[in-house]
């Protein structure tokens, strides 16, 4: 009896240390989702301020013209 007790006590151990991995796992999957879009929104931000940047340029020169 001791013994299955013994037995069950471990195999819940297991059990919810598996589980607690698989949190992290999903955890990790969530920053690293986080981290791409952060990334993705800064090279946007960046193109954008180029493409500004150029079109002030245009406008500047323009205004010289006149």
Do not use: P, Y
Not at 35 to 59: N, P, V, W
């Amino acid at each position: 009896m001791k013994k299955t007790l013994l037995i069950a006590s471990l195999f819940a151990i297991v059990a919810v240390g598996c589980n607690q991995v698989e949190e992290v796992k999903e955890e990790e999957v969530v920053e690293n989702t986080m981290d791409a879009a952060t990334d993705s929104a800064i090279t946007a931000m960046d193109a954008a301020t180029e493409e500004i940047e150029a079109s002030a340029a245009e406008l500047e020169n323009a205004l010289n013209e006149l």
